[in-house]
């Protein structure tokens, strides 16, 4: 490649000034990559280079480039005057003819001070638009909140992309000068514009390390890209130092984020301004650009020079929405500053359009997107150029007036200019004028808008005054038919505040007349604040209609606005942090998807009277007619007042209407001096805090006061809609604010209120209103309500009327103060056809009566059981509810709710029904306020049925659970009971055990029964680094194979935490879908500001249906400011330990308290299930605030073991608590994935006082199908004491029995026949009766508890007799229990001395079970062949035949078949194959498959079953090498094969403490070793004088059972005993001395009250 010269010429402009003494460098660009920066130095032709006017030449020597396309120039900005305005650059080869040279103008000054500050530029040759080509990319830095982090210097970036690089850019002139560039906690913004590099792959930034203080901690990059549609977050969060970290300074990022954002496109905007004396100006100027698919936001045309002088042009690059074909703009100016007066000549509008090659050229349409095009024509970019010529003044004092013009494009518009006379009738309300500037601005149906106007000249010299009308004349561009208008003020003046009737419009060019009817204040203290409406124009007969009868005070049209508009309930947040607050002028505005809002100014909160102060939440209404889907807003302030900076932490809208409520994070300063100095910023909804909810509907609501004596009232007056089915709204307070309640409800008013409530259907079955009381005169007559509701087309409305003709007040009538009223009559207004108004009335058929309820409260006869304080009531019918009701006055004791007393009270209430449940409660004041309440019964006495509900609980601070509210349900009633009111499958916080809080019943246990929903036990870490806490709410979606994965499974905290705090252990249970075998877990928040970030220390799920606990140890930042800037993570399930659990299985528990005086309780209870295939642990059964009452049925899910099928129950309760009695009639069991049922029965007192043996512990059989699966036996005990010197004992003697059908709970060896028990050689005898036959027995465990003078005792033998099977079982032991013999210990395991007898054969038989899928195709009629692999060996093949006569493997069938064989031991897996039937190589039956399901084999000598989970398919296959291998998916162990196994063996028990400080523990520790055989029971790990478990150490301890099998897991505990019991152990090693096989349980975690999760046991699983 040939090294070529090329002649530059640059052409300095004849602007003055326009010379620089700069360094200049350029850089051109071609096909073949670029010369690099080469600074001019050697001038040709000139000495002093650079200066106005000049042509200097300059030799650059490089690479052929072949076509040079662009040229980068610029300079360094050293020097006084620096500034340097270019005319254009001309390139040409050396030697190539003059015609050859490429001319790149520029006309633009490379200038800190003058045009957008850029002293760099990338030209394009003559004929393209440098501004249009070029793309912008707006980079915002942020540096580092930590000290030092400032740098002083030369920060460069470079862009990657996918079609190109970007040069090395020097970041010199910010866009938003902070004056010190790249300061601590500061955000730097700047623009660079280059060739469109495609999509950003990373960026390089560093700086030249020079100065001062050069080192730099770089936060985050944020590249914003709207010529794409992109925004790229870059995170760094390093320093860029040579003296902090890696000593670099400079580092390539990538981005972590890529958020799609709104596409804008470029405009290139030319301004001329005419050449008449004194045709500049200095107001800011704006424009705004209409296109037939919307129009552009508003473009403020400035930047550093100073333009529109008198005969300049001036040229802009602004970024905007493509509009599609332009039809009109609007620029005008603010009319501020000296000499405003501009005389604007025209405005040439340039921009991109793409257009096929072979389209007319008339076509002005630009392609919408790039896939639409047909692959024929090709794309050129063509640029479209509207020019706009106006050649008039934009004056106060010029021409017409006006400073605003509408403009269409020259030559093709058949738009035409209109004038609109605009009619303003201010009300005649008491100070309903106002001195404050209007603003007004009109919407047509597809044409746009005019643009805020202001009105200034009206036909009267003082404009807005009461009573008033105004004329005001507008020129607009035609609007075509009108839609909506808005008209605000700005407040300013004395009396702002303006009441306004109704604005006419009269098109003068079709001279139509639109009414637009308000009927409001717009003033920040009276109604909803605002001083902004929105108005939609109604029919004239509407506007007649009030007209005509003026007598009727109220005219009313403002439903109809309501229903047209939306009201959004805006919330503002300022942060809790240091001059958070502001005393500026806030504003805000709504960006829809159709429209925008305009400014609104924030003024009446509705909540503080000082507005936007630290740490409150404000809230405003803003009130607009169809804007589309709310994609933005923008809020800002005006930077007036005092203490202006404001630190914004989030903004809500709720839009009722709209059934949606928005959450905009912002989480940033808008402080001049903050940040990055900008007061205004546009936030973007974050999608996870969206909520949304049933639309609302408007309801005006009119109220008539009576006209007697004392009938208007001051107080707060509520009203409660209810429709059909006793659907109802919320309570709602009809006035605002204390002022309009002094306003309101005055004797013989009537005061209307729009109010937006839920819909309640399309009857209004009644009304509840009332107020509050208080006040010095609350008393109310209430003449009557009348509610009108638009019809649902919107062509009319209905109005129903509510008489009352009562007293609301507490010293006339009842006493009440609540009403509850029916509908008497209901008029309806309908629009024809012709335009008329068609009006209806009708009387309401049969409404519901009132009914009267005689409520009998019964308090309990127990000490301390009555109350002082004021009980409320509310009840609850299947047509609706009563409110709550204040019990004041009782109508049999003066002195209510005493104890043992029965207090009446009288309630009216429209008919509720059947009553079903009620609410009851006491606001706990006064002296003694804790109450024992037995019961509520209530009559109704119009249809004479009685209700009762019982309660027989405290509602008490102090007692039981706490609750001074209960719900109450009638006695007989089945249906759902929720706890959690409709809460359905939303995330419960999980209790220690793992059983669900309830949720709704029917739909969770379906959803589990199905097997399509599942519960995950989720346990979060949060790490303990400062700030690693969040607020937000945090997720978790759990991901299978392929796309299966389940919704977002929100963890929300229980009520009382509002954080995960640093260091804390939270435990949520969620019901997810099954997604089979995991692989990937999500786990993120919905935070969005800088600030919500949140270190996860460690992430553990659970999924007890799989029997697996996944723990992540994550350790990552899940933060906008942390780490790599992402809110979520994805972690991969590779990444996590798997541990085996034990697979549990879904029960629905159902327990049934018995109906009997004091039956319910608030002790802890406990359940233990024994089945066939071992037993469960004891597990609390959760009381969830109301469960385990009198005469209840309560249903919940819980875990239990796989060990169906189940034998019998064992509960135990505490006996601790107020009521710590309980009946327990009985408890069902029901297995939610094979639906078998078990009963358990007992009907029987609980309790030490009320039961007859005092018994808290009661063992239940299994009855299924009216089976009972255990025997009733009396099992009669002979102890044998050795005959050796001192082997008998004083102590008490303890023993558990073990058999196949479980263990027989702890039996006391008191009662014997002898009265010294336990001498030496004495035989003692002890009887059990009613026991459960526990059938075979394989060990005792027997203990002693060395009480006594020389406890030592030694044992000879155990003879245990089961009188129902009459079988007597021999337990030899021989052996010391006492400290000081043999190896120390005090309890022993002894194995049934009957065991032995099985010998293990050589030769055994196997019955081999398959079932066949029940799908189509799963049958074969061929053979067979099964080959069992175990571990002492392989067996033959087994051929498993099929024959004409007896078929097999037929679909859904199963088959058995026996083989004998040699005894492989335990089948660790099976191979399976299919052969014909013949033996011939048949090629026909290629395709052939058997499904099979699932394969059992029990081995018949001991009866241990192994189950195969095939379900696949098996090729037919002649060859014996092809087969599939199916392991054993779980084992069921026969008892006779498990007492085999079990021998004495010593376990060596290593426990290891951790070394943090203060990990040593001085409690008693308990161990809890649990085997496939069984567990150890619960051991204290001692030794005599010494320190255990101090920090760093091992102790060593020797235990000795009975063989436990395989070891599943260890509990391990201590007492919290001692001064410092917390205690970090670190791991458990567990040696089986026979075998020598070491099993560890890692730990790693505090058991510690006060650390974590609180926990002071801990269940470890091994680790293999």
């Known amino acids: 490649m040939p090294v070529i010269k090329y002649r530059v010429t640059v052409c300095t402009g004849t602007v003055s000034g326009s010379g620089t003494d700069a360094n200049v460098f350029v850089c051109l660009i071609g096909d073949q990559g670029d010369t690099g920066d080469r600074v001019l130095y050697n001038c040709i032709n000139t000495v002093n280079k650079f200066e106005k006017g000049n042509a200097d030449e300059f030799f650059v020597e490089a690479v052929t480039l072949k076509q040079v396309r662009r040229v980068r120039i610029g300079h360094d900005g050293k020097g006084g005057s620096s500034g340097w305005y270019l005319a254009k650059v001309i390139v040409r080869e050396e030697g190539q003819p003059e015609s050859e040279a490429v001319e790149f103008p520029c006309y633009r000054w490379l200038d800190k001070n003058e045009d957008d500050g850029r002293i760099v530029r990338e030209l394009v040759p003559a004929g393209e638009s440098p501004m249009l080509k070029n793309v912008s990319y707006h980079i915002s830095v942020k540096t580092g909140d930590v000290p030092g982090a400032s740098s002083d210097s030369k920060v460069f970036i470079k862009l990657y992309g996918e079609k190109a690089d970007s040069s090395k850019e020097t970041l010199l002139v910010s866009d938003n000068d902070l004056g010190n560039y790249f300061e601590r906690g500061r955000v730097d913004e700047f623009t660079i514009d280059t060739m469109d590099i495609g999509k950003i792959n990373r960026i390089l930034i560093g700086h030249d390390n020079v100065g001062l203080r050069c080192g730099w901690f770089l936060a985050s990059v944020q590249i914003t890209v709207p010529v794409q549609g992109r925004q790229y977050m870059f995170p760094c969060n390093r320093w860029l130092d040579k003296d902090e970290a890696d000593g670099r300074v400079e580092v390539e990022v990538y981005p972590s984020e890529i958020l799609p954002i709104e596409k804008l496109i470029n405009y290139e905007v030319s301004v001329v301004t005419g050449d008449v004396r004194a045709a500049g100006t200095n107001a800011k100027v704006f424009m705004q650009i209409y296109g037939e698919t919307g129009k552009t936001e508003l473009i403020i045309l400035e930047n550093r020079s100073n333009n529109f002088e008198r005969g300049a042009t001036d040229i802009f690059k602004r970024e905007a929405a493509d509009v599609g074909k332009i039809y009109k703009i609007r620029i005008g100016h603010d009319g501020k500053g000296i000499g405003d007066g501009w005389f604007l000549e025209s405005v040439t509008l340039k921009r991109l359009a793409k257009r096929t090659k072979d389209s007319d050229k008339k076509k002005k349409k630009k392609k919408k997107s790039e896939d639409e095009e047909e692959e024929e024509t090709k794309d050129e970019e063509v640029m479209d150029v509207y020019t706009f010529v106006a050649h008039r003044w934009l004056a106060k004092d010029e021409g017409d007036k006006e400073l605003v013009v509408e403009l269409v494009p020259d030559g093709e518009s058949a738009l035409e200019e209109n004038t609109y006379e605009v009619h303003v009738l201010t009300g005649s309300v008491l100070g309903a004028g106002t001195d404050a500037n209007v603003f007004l601005s009109i919407y047509g149906i597809g044409r746009g808008d005019t643009g805020e106007r202001q009105l200034k000249r009206s036909n009267n010299l003082n404009k807005f005054e009461k009573g008033q009308v105004d004329v005001f004349t507008i020129k607009a561009i035609d609007l075509g038919e009108l839609k909506k208008l808005r008209i605000r003020h700005d407040n300013s003046g004395t009396s702002p505040s303006w009441f306004l009737e109704r604005v006419e419009i009269v098109d003068l060019k079709d001279s139509t007349t639109y009414y637009f009817p308000c009927q409001r204040w717009l003033a920040v203290e009276e109604d909803d604040g605002q001083i902004v409406r929105e108005l939609v124009p109604v029919d004239e007969a509407f506007v007649k209609k009030d007209s005509e009868n003026e007598s009727q005070s109220l005219a009313t049209l403002g439903l109809e606005q309501k229903a047209k508009s939306t009201t959004y309930t805006v919330k503002v947040k300022t942060g809790d942090k240091k001059n958070a607050g502001t005393d500026a002028n806030v504003f805000i505005t709504l960006y829809g998807s159709k429209d925008d809002t305009g400014i609104v100014s924030l003024k009446a909160s ?230 008329t108004l068609k009006q209806i009335e009708e009387e309401v058929e049969d409404p519901l009566e009132v009914h009267t309820y005689k409520i009998s409260v019964f308090t309990g006869d127990i000490y301390g059981a009555g109350t002082d304080a004021n009980v409320f009531l509310n009840i609850y019918g299947d047509l609706g509810d009563t409110g709550e009701r204040k019990l004041s006055k009782s109508e049999t004791n003066f002195n209510k709710f005493e104890r043992g007393q029965e207090d009446t009270f009288t309630v009216q209430a429209v008919d509720l029904g059947i009553l079903y449940k009620i609410k009851i409660r006491h606001d706990n004041s006064m002296f003694s306020p804790d109450w024992f309440l037995d019961k509520v019964e209530i009559l109704d006495e119009t249809t004479e049925e009685s209700f009762i509900f019982l309660c027989e609980r405290w509602l008490s601070k102090k007692k039981e659970d706490k609750k001074i509210e209960r719900t109450l349900y009638e006695q007989g009633y089945d249906g759902e009971r929720n706890s959690l009111d409709g809460l359905s499958l939303s995330l419960s916080s999980q209790d220690s055990s793992g059983n669900l809080k309830e949720t709704k019943k029917s739909s969770l246990v379906k959803a589990a029964e199905e097997g399509s929903l599942i519960p995950y036990h989720i346990t979060v870490t949060t790490g303990t680094v400062y700030d690693s806490s969040t607020d937000s709410r945090v997720y978790i979606i759990i991901m299978g194979p392929q796309k299966v994965r389940t919704e977002r499974l929100w963890l929300d905290l229980p009520e009382g935490k509002d954080e995960f705090a640093d260091g804390s252990v939270e435990k949520f249970s969620v019901w997810g879908l099954d997604v089979g075998e995991i692989k990937k877990v999500e786990v993120g928040h919905d935070g969005a500001t800088p600030e919500s970030c949140w270190l996860v220390e460690e992430l553990n799920i659970v999924v007890p249906t799989k029997g697996i606990m996944y723990n992540f140890v994550c350790k990552c930042w899940l933060a906008r400011d942390k780490g790599d800037g992402l809110t979520s993570r994805i972690l991969n399930i590779l990444d996590a330990d798997c541990i085996n659990i034990g697979v549990k299985v879904l029960y629905e528990v159902t327990v049934v308290t018995g109906d009997i005086e004091g039956g319910g309780t608030d002790a802890s209870i406990f359940m233990t299930v024994f089945g066939s295939n071992g037993n469960t642990e004891e597990m609390p059964l959760e009381k969830n605030g109301d469960r385990f009452e009198r005469g209840q049925e309560d249903s919940f899910i819980m875990e239990i073991a796989d060990i169906a099928p189940l034998r019998k129950m064992r509960i135990r309760t505490d006996g601790k608590g107020t009521r710590p009695h309980w009946y327990l009639e009985r408890i069902i069991l029901k297995n939610l994935t094979n639906q078998e049922v078990a009963t358990f029965t007992y009907g029987e007192w609980l309790s030490k006082l009320k039961n007859a043996k005092g018994n808290l512990v009661c063992e239940m059989p299994a009855v299924v199908n009216d089976e009972q699966m255990m025997e009733d036996t009396t099992y009669t005990l002979q102890v044998k004491t050795s005959d050796i010197g001192g082997a008998g004992t004083d102590a008490n003697v303890s023993l558990i029995l073990f058999g196949e059908n479980g263990d027989s709970g702890t039996l006391p060896l008191k009662e014997s026949n002898k009265s010294n028990k336990f001498e030496r050689n004495q035989m003692d005898e002890f009887s059990f009766s009613d026991m459960l036959s526990l059938g075979d027995l394989c060990k005792v465990r027997i203990w002693h508890d060395n009480k006594g003078i020389a406890p030592g005792w030694h044992l000879e033998y155990v003879d245990v007799m089961d009188s129902a099977t009459d079988k007597t079982f021999r337990f030899q032991c021989d052996r010391w229990l006492a400290k000081g013999e043999d190896d120390g210990q005090l309890i022993r395991e002894l194995a049934c001395a009957n065991n032995d007898i099985l010998e293990l054969k050589e030769r055994t038989a196997y019955e081999i079970v398959t079932v066949t899928s029940d799908r189509e195709d799963a049958e074969t009629k061929e053979n067979i062949w099964i080959i069992l692999e175990g571990k002492l060996g392989r067996s033959k093949e087994f051929l498993m035949e099929n024959s004409s006569k007896k078929r097999r493997f037929e679909r859904g069938a199963t088959d058995t078949f026996q083989f004998s064989s040699k005894n492989v031991g335990d089948i660790a897996a099976i191979c399976v194959g299919h052969c014909p039937k013949d033996g011939k190589k048949s090629s026909a039956k290629a395709d052939v498959f058997w499904h099979v399901q699932e394969i059992i084999i029990t081995e018949m000598e001991l009866c241990n079953k192994y189950f195969f989970r095939c379900n696949v398919k098996i090729p037919l296959c002649y060859k014996r090498r092809d087969y599939k291998v199916f392991e054993c998916a779980k084992v069921t162990e026969s008892f006779a094969s498990k007492a085999r196994s079990l021998v004495p063996v010593k376990y060596e028990t290593i426990i290891v403490t951790g070394f943090e400080k203060g990990a040593g523990t001085n409690a008693n520790v308990f161990i809890t070793i649990f085997g496939l055989n069984g567990d150890s029971g619960k051991r204290a790990l001692k030794h005599k004088f010494r320190n255990l478990f101090e920090r760093g150490k091992t102790n060593r301890f020797y235990l000795e059972t009975l063989d436990m099998g395989e070891l599943k897991k260890v509990r391990i505990e201590h007492d919290n005993s001692g001064l410092a019991p917390g205690w970090l152990v670190e791991r458990v090693e567990i040696t089986n001395s026979a075998t020598g096989v070491t099993t560890i349980f890692p730990c790693g975690k505090w058991l510690d009250e006060n650390r974590g999760d609180g926990l002071i046991w801990r269940e470890l699983f091994p680790r293999y």
């Open 606 to 835: 509705k909540t503080n009277k000082n507005k936007f102060e630290r740490g409150k939440v404000d809230e405003f209404t803003v009130e607009s007619v169809d804007i589309g889907d709310l994609k933005k807003i923008k809020i800002g302030h005006d930077n007036k007042g005092n203490s202006t900076g404001w630190f914004l932490e989030w903004v809500e809208l709720d839009a009722p209407s709209l059934g949606q409520c928005l959450k905009f994070p912002c989480g940033r300063w808008l402080d001049k001096s903050e940040d990055d100095g900008a007061v205004e910023r546009i936030i973007f909804p974050a999608e996870l805090q969206t909520t949304e909810y049933i639309p609302f509907v408007p309801y005006e609501i009119t109220v008539y006061t009576s006209d007697i004596f004392g009938a208007g009232t001051d107080a707060d007056v509520f009203i409660v809609l209810y429709g059909s089915d006793g659907i109802c709204t919320q309570q709602k307070s009809l006035c605002l604010n204390k002022r309009e309640q002094r306003m309101y409800f005055e004797r013989n008013s009537v005061n209307q209120f729009i109010v937006e409530l839920e819909d309640v259907g399309d009857i209004i079955e009644k009304i509840r209103i009332g107020h509050k009381g208080g006040g010095l005169n609350s008393g109310w007559h209430l003449d009557r309500v009348a509610i009108r509701r638009l019809l649902p087309n919107g062509k009319g409305s209905e109005t129903v009327t509510f008489p009352c003709e009562r007293w609301l007040a507490k010293s006339e009538d009842d006493g009440e103060i609540v009403r509850e009223l029916v509908p008497s009559e209901i008029f309806t207004e309908k629009l024809m056809k012709d335009g």
